[in-house]
């Protein structure tokens, strides 16, 4: 993961302002796209990696508040800075409901804008992040038999050899060679790791007690 | 009894009647000159029968003789009124012949008295008895008298006498008249001559029997007269017609016959009259009582016209007032002659008298509605001078009716336009039909002091027995001026409340409009600035940077200085325009309320549209108006169908239009004008006044804002001006 890889898309029908948006980001070395309007946005592909868009609230057909609806429902997850050349207070609460991270007023401190673009790309990259290590995590529970899996599950749960032995009714030698593989194939030396790894992948515990 | 006795005596009576019937007519009617001379040739037959019936029943040669004798004095009777019934009757007949003949006869008479026995015989010698009608009568022998040739001398004269008269009537047309009077006189006369002298000469043995052929003559002339008293009867009866209709006449049109006999001061006046001053029919009435009902004021000034027309003998006319017993006052209008009657009945007065008390109380009506006019009214004659005012021409003048009337009217004229007020005059003399003055000018009236006053003045032609007089009414329209102006100046504050009022509407979309290039100009600063900290900055890219900056600060200048002139009262002077551009600059001003509104907006502008001659701000106003109503209107819609229509056409070789139209629920369907009216709206926050005012500024360009239903569904407006004089080839 590096930060050419992050990727800033900028959305406004004024052609004017969209240059010099897009120069702003440029002269902080941000990759820039550049749209006229939100259609054309919607057309292309999404981005393999952190990204944000800066967008204008007042468009003609598709306005801002629809195209990040309209991205919500495509799955997409770009962060959202809007900007807006005099938009009231309501539109501005519908806004950050709706998840957008700024929201700018024109004429807005290019300062600020930098710096919220910043951060929606910080998060981006957390986001992603977040998902490359459950990725991961996930891969690796894939390639443990479902005895193993169920054995996970108990000894996140806290359960001991014993009891999870008399659970499945074998032997406590038994569960302690599938533990052993557990561990080996999650890659984790402690219980405690395992715990944290399997609360990344979103696996929940099962305990008979 | 013999049958000559029956026959003569009723030629006798018959003629005796008819002339004592003439001399009855001749009493009553003494310029009857013809019936009195028929009654005396009637009573000459008459005389002369008598005598022939004597020599017929003569018993002795001497009482023939005397018979004979006698018998001449009712023949000169006869033949001298003849004559004189043929001068008066017919009016002919040469007068030295008549004398003649009529001395001839009397000469004759004389002679018949010296002679003896008579004119005829020197000496009878006896009578024959020879049969007549069936008995024996006388007839005489004697001796002839030559001088009896001058009898028969004055027959002769006599019928040449009748003859030339007969012929004078005949050729002057009156030809019954000559035959019956002239012809029958000459045609019997001749025969009772001839017979009378063959007779008397023995060469016929019949006695003198002409009475009966003169009788012939007395009955034509009779016949002759009768109808004369026929003719009299039709005219008489003529005249109780024509009295009649005099009479209506006269009753019809309220007038009062009277004839004052000025010597016997007595008065004779028809009952019409008389109710019109108020007299019984029966009242006697002379000079002293037709006066008292004169009023008192007018007395002196009727007397003296009376006495003047008696003096002169000449007619007299005049108005005057009757005051009757019991109060009533009416207006007589009179009018009389003298005249002096030659049959020495002295001088009479013939008079008319009227009453004009309506006519004159309505020329009092229209004098009091004239003066009581609140316009000045002015009677000007063909000359130019003024013949009558009103009190409010007098006050709107400031001069007073005795400084007007007689002067010219240019006197009321401001002075610059009195050198060409006559011609003005004359033009209107040439072609006079009520109409406005000045045709579209605006006219002023100078009063006494100098100072101009706006006015308004209809002129229309009156023909007068003066020949054409022109009524000017003229209208002070000072006051109505000041309210013009006023109004102006209500419509142009209204105007500039509307202004304020879209301005608020679209607040939020003119901030935006302004923050977008702002926006632009500061972002694009940074990045330049940003690039410099880094020495990343080409002259190229600067250059680049600093021309976008300074576009983006025209942009929002020429924002400012629309929302500057929308905020201003004064709205500044015209200009050529496109309309096009004025909807480009009005839309780029509505975009976000465009947004806000979902709506898309959709322009069909013609590509080479001639420019208008206006006022930049007002059109604006105009268009803001249409194009945010349009959004309005279109809330309703799901929004995929929220379209707003802009187009601008040309409209034949002077005029341009623009249209804007939408698809709402459209115009009020009973009264689409209604939109119009002040204070009609539709919206909640609408004040009205926009598409009131949108109009006015129309009106106010020559051209015209109309509204309409389109076809699909939606309103649509038209705004029409007339292209420059400037850009039309």
């Given at each position: 993961m590096t930060l050419a890889d992050r990727l800033v898309y900028v959305v406004d029908d004024d052609p004017s302002m969209l240059k010099a948006i897009g120069r702003l980001l440029e002269s902080e070395d941000y990759a820039v796209e550049m749209f006229t309007s939100a259609r054309e946005f919607l057309g292309r592909a999404a981005h393999n990696g952190p990204t944000c868009v800066v967008l204008d609230?007042?468009?003609?057909?598709?306005?801002g508040l629809e195209l990040q609806e309209a991205l919500a429902k495509m799955g997409r997850t770009e962060w959202v800075i809007f900007i807006t050349g005099g938009a009231s207070v309501a539109t501005c609460v519908q806004a950050m409901k709706a998840g957008a991270v700024d929201y700018l007023p024109k004429p807005f401190e290019e300062e600020d804008l930098l710096r919220a673009v910043e951060r929606a790309l910080e998060r981006s990259s957390e986001q992603w992040l977040q998902r490359l290590q459950r990725k991961e995590v996930r891969d690796r529970v894939a390639t443990l038999t479902p005895r193993e899996f169920d054995v996970l599950k108990s000894v996140i749960a806290g359960m001991l050899n014993k009891q999870i032995a008399a659970q499945f009714g074998t032997t406590e030698g038994t569960i302690k060679v599938h533990r052993g593989r557990v561990m080996q194939k999650m890659g984790v030396a402690s219980v405690a790791e395992l715990v944290v790894l399997a609360q990344r992948a979103g696996i929940a515990p099962t305990s008979s007690l | 009894m013999s049958w000559v006795t029956v026959i003569w005596a009723m030629i006798a009576s018959a003629c005796l009647t008819l002339a004592l019937v003439h001399v009855l007519v001749w009493l009553r009617g003494r310029e009857a000159y013809a019936n009195l001379l028929f009654a005396f040739t009637a009573f000459g037959t008459a005389g002369f029968a008598g005598c022939e019936l004597w020599m017929m029943r003569a018993e002795s040669p001497v009482e023939f003789g005397t018979a004979l004798r006698w018998t001449h004095v009712p023949v000169w009777v006869l033949i001298v009124s003849l004559v004189g019934f043929v001068r008066f009757?017919?009016?002919?007949?040469r007068a030295w012949l008549a004398w003649t003949v009529c001395g001839v006869r009397t000469f004759s008479l004389i002679l018949d008295f010296i002679f003896s026995p008579n004119?005829?015989?020197?000496e009878l010698s006896g009578l024959q008895q020879v049969p007549f009608l069936g008995e024996t009568v006388a007839i005489a022998d004697g001796v002839r008298n030559p001088w009896m040739l001058l009898g028969h001398l004055s027959l002769l004269l006599l019928m040449i006498f009748v003859l030339d008269a007969a012929i004078t009537v005949w050729k002057r047309g009156d030809r019954r008249r000559a035959a019956m009077v002239g012809g029958s006189i000459a045609f019997f006369v001749i025969a009772a001559a001839m017979e009378a002298i063959l007779s008397i000469w023995g060469?016929?043995?019949?006695?003198?029997?002409a009475s009966p052929f003169f009788m012939v003559t007395v009955a034509a002339m009779s016949y002759e007269l009768s109808q004369n008293v026929l003719r009299a009867e039709r005219l008489s009866s003529d005249l109780r017609d024509s009295q009649q209709r005099m009479a209506l006449a006269t009753s019809a049109a309220n007038l009062g016959l009277w004839v004052w006999e000025v010597s016997k001061d007595e008065i004779w006046m028809t009952d019409k009259g008389r109710a019109l001053f108020g007299f019984a029919p029966e009242t006697r009435l002379d000079y002293a009582t037709l006066l008292s009902r004169v009023h008192p004021e007018d007395r002196p000034m009727r007397d003296a016209a009376l006495k003047r027309a008696i003096q002169t003998k000449d007619e007299y006319a005049m108005e005057y007032r009757a005051l009757l017993p019991d109060g009533t006052l009416r207006w007589i209008a009179a009018r009389g002659k003298c005249i002096n009657d030659s049959?020495?009945?002295g001088n009479r007065l013939f008079g008319v008298s009227m009453d004009v008390t309506a006519q004159n109380q309505a020329q009092e009506r229209f004098r009091l509605v004239v003066e009581a006019s609140p316009n000045g009214i002015i009677l000007v004659d063909e000359q130019g001078r003024i013949v009558l005012v009103n009190a409010s021409a007098e006050e709107l003048f400031g001069y007073g009716r005795e400084d007007l009337v007689?002067?010219?009217?240019?006197?009321?004229?401001p002075e610059n336009l009195r050198g060409v007020h006559p011609d003005h005059r004359a033009g209107f003399h040439a072609a006079p039909a009520a109409r406005a003055m000045g045709a579209g000018r605006e006219l002023f009236a100078r009063r006494k002091d100098g100072t101009e006053i706006p006015v308004e003045i209809g002129i229309s032609p009156i023909q007068s027995p003066e020949g054409t007089l022109v009524l000017s009414v003229v209208v002070d329209i000072s006051a109505r001026k000041q309210a013009e102006a006023e109004a102006t100046q209500h419509l142009k504050e209204l105007a500039y409340l509307s202004r304020v009022a879209i301005m608020g509407e679209m607040a939020g979309s003119l901030a935006h409009e302004l923050n977008q290039p702002l926006g632009a100009i500061v972002t694009n600063a940074g990045a330049a600035l940003r690039f410099l900290e880094r020495d990343n900055l080409s002259g190229e890219k600067l250059q680049e940077v600093l021309q976008d900056i300074a576009a983006d600060g025209r942009r929002a200048a020429e924002v400012i200085r629309t929302m500057k002139g929308m905020g201003r009262k004064e709205t500044g002077a015209r200009q050529l325009l496109n309309l096009n551009d004025v909807i480009a600059e009005s839309l780029r001003l509505t975009r976000s309320e465009a947004l806000a509104h979902h709506c898309t907006v959709v322009t069909e502008l013609h590509p080479a549209l001639p420019k208008v001659d206006a006022n930049l701000v007002q059109i604006q106003e105009v268009f803001l108006n249409l194009i945010l109503n349009a959004f309005e209107a279109s809330d309703e819609l799901p929004t995929d169908r929220r379209r707003v229509i802009i187009g601008t056409e040309r409209d034949g070789d002077s005029a341009v239009r623009a249209s804007v139209r939408d698809f709402?629920?459209?115009?009020?369907?009973?009264?689409?004008?209604?939109?119009?009216?002040?204070?009609?709206?539709?919206?909640?926050?609408?004040?009205?006044?926009g598409l009131f005012i949108a109009r006015s500024i129309a009106n106010a360009h020559a051209g015209t804002l109309l509204a309409e239903n389109a076809e699909g569904g939606g309103a649509r407006f038209w705004l029409r001006l007339p292209t420059s004089k400037e850009t039309r080839v």
């Amino acid at each position: 993961m590096t930060l050419a890889d992050r990727l800033v898309y900028v959305v406004d029908d004024d052609p004017s302002m969209l240059k010099a948006i897009g120069r702003l980001l440029e002269s902080e070395d941000y990759a820039v796209e550049m749209f006229t309007s939100a259609r054309e946005f919607l057309g292309r592909a999404a981005h393999n990696g952190p990204t944000c868009v800066v967008l204008d609230l007042n468009m003609p057909e598709l306005n801002g508040l629809e195209l990040q609806e309209a991205l919500a429902k495509m799955g997409r997850t770009e962060w959202v800075i809007f900007i807006t050349g005099g938009a009231s207070v309501a539109t501005c609460v519908q806004a950050m409901k709706a998840g957008a991270v700024d929201y700018l007023p024109k004429p807005f401190e290019e300062e600020d804008l930098l710096r919220a673009v910043e951060r929606a790309l910080e998060r981006s990259s957390e986001q992603w992040l977040q998902r490359l290590q459950r990725k991961e995590v996930r891969d690796r529970v894939a390639t443990l038999t479902p005895r193993e899996f169920d054995v996970l599950k108990s000894v996140i749960a806290g359960m001991l050899n014993k009891q999870i032995a008399a659970q499945f009714g074998t032997t406590e030698g038994t569960i302690k060679v599938h533990r052993g593989r557990v561990m080996q194939k999650m890659g984790v030396a402690s219980v405690a790791e395992l715990v944290v790894l399997a609360q990344r992948a979103g696996i929940a515990p099962t305990s008979s007690l | 009894m013999s049958w000559v006795t029956v026959i003569w005596a009723m030629i006798a009576s018959a003629c005796l009647t008819l002339a004592l019937v003439h001399v009855l007519v001749w009493l009553r009617g003494r310029e009857a000159y013809a019936n009195l001379l028929f009654a005396f040739t009637a009573f000459g037959t008459a005389g002369f029968a008598g005598c022939e019936l004597w020599m017929m029943r003569a018993e002795s040669p001497v009482e023939f003789g005397t018979a004979l004798r006698w018998t001449h004095v009712p023949v000169w009777v006869l033949i001298v009124s003849l004559v004189g019934f043929v001068r008066f009757y017919l009016q002919a007949g040469r007068a030295w012949l008549a004398w003649t003949v009529c001395g001839v006869r009397t000469f004759s008479l004389i002679l018949d008295f010296i002679f003896s026995p008579n004119l005829n015989y020197r000496e009878l010698s006896g009578l024959q008895q020879v049969p007549f009608l069936g008995e024996t009568v006388a007839i005489a022998d004697g001796v002839r008298n030559p001088w009896m040739l001058l009898g028969h001398l004055s027959l002769l004269l006599l019928m040449i006498f009748v003859l030339d008269a007969a012929i004078t009537v005949w050729k002057r047309g009156d030809r019954r008249r000559a035959a019956m009077v002239g012809g029958s006189i000459a045609f019997f006369v001749i025969a009772a001559a001839m017979e009378a002298i063959l007779s008397i000469w023995g060469i016929i043995h019949v006695p003198i029997t002409a009475s009966p052929f003169f009788m012939v003559t007395v009955a034509a002339m009779s016949y002759e007269l009768s109808q004369n008293v026929l003719r009299a009867e039709r005219l008489s009866s003529d005249l109780r017609d024509s009295q009649q209709r005099m009479a209506l006449a006269t009753s019809a049109a309220n007038l009062g016959l009277w004839v004052w006999e000025v010597s016997k001061d007595e008065i004779w006046m028809t009952d019409k009259g008389r109710a019109l001053f108020g007299f019984a029919p029966e009242t006697r009435l002379d000079y002293a009582t037709l006066l008292s009902r004169v009023h008192p004021e007018d007395r002196p000034m009727r007397d003296a016209a009376l006495k003047r027309a008696i003096q002169t003998k000449d007619e007299y006319a005049m108005e005057y007032r009757a005051l009757l017993p019991d109060g009533t006052l009416r207006w007589i209008a009179a009018r009389g002659k003298c005249i002096n009657d030659s049959d020495g009945k002295g001088n009479r007065l013939f008079g008319v008298s009227m009453d004009v008390t309506a006519q004159n109380q309505a020329q009092e009506r229209f004098r009091l509605v004239v003066e009581a006019s609140p316009n000045g009214i002015i009677l000007v004659d063909e000359q130019g001078r003024i013949v009558l005012v009103n009190a409010s021409a007098e006050e709107l003048f400031g001069y007073g009716r005795e400084d007007l009337v007689g002067q010219a009217v240019e006197l009321l004229v401001p002075e610059n336009l009195r050198g060409v007020h006559p011609d003005h005059r004359a033009g209107f003399h040439a072609a006079p039909a009520a109409r406005a003055m000045g045709a579209g000018r605006e006219l002023f009236a100078r009063r006494k002091d100098g100072t101009e006053i706006p006015v308004e003045i209809g002129i229309s032609p009156i023909q007068s027995p003066e020949g054409t007089l022109v009524l000017s009414v003229v209208v002070d329209i000072s006051a109505r001026k000041q309210a013009e102006a006023e109004a102006t100046q209500h419509l142009k504050e209204l105007a500039y409340l509307s202004r304020v009022a879209i301005m608020g509407e679209m607040a939020g979309s003119l901030a935006h409009e302004l923050n977008q290039p702002l926006g632009a100009i500061v972002t694009n600063a940074g990045a330049a600035l940003r690039f410099l900290e880094r020495d990343n900055l080409s002259g190229e890219k600067l250059q680049e940077v600093l021309q976008d900056i300074a576009a983006d600060g025209r942009r929002a200048a020429e924002v400012i200085r629309t929302m500057k002139g929308m905020g201003r009262k004064e709205t500044g002077a015209r200009q050529l325009l496109n309309l096009n551009d004025v909807i480009a600059e009005s839309l780029r001003l509505t975009r976000s309320e465009a947004l806000a509104h979902h709506c898309t907006v959709v322009t069909e502008l013609h590509p080479a549209l001639p420019k208008v001659d206006a006022n930049l701000v007002q059109i604006q106003e105009v268009f803001l108006n249409l194009i945010l109503n349009a959004f309005e209107a279109s809330d309703e819609l799901p929004t995929d169908r929220r379209r707003v229509i802009i187009g601008t056409e040309r409209d034949g070789d002077s005029a341009v239009r623009a249209s804007v139209r939408d698809f709402g629920i459209g115009l009020p369907g009973d009264l689409p004008e209604r939109v119009f009216d002040r204070f009609f709206s539709t919206k909640r926050e609408g004040m009205g006044i926009g598409l009131f005012i949108a109009r006015s500024i129309a009106n106010a360009h020559a051209g015209t804002l109309l509204a309409e239903n389109a076809e699909g569904g939606g309103a649509r407006f038209w705004l029409r001006l007339p292209t420059s004089k400037e850009t039309r080839v």
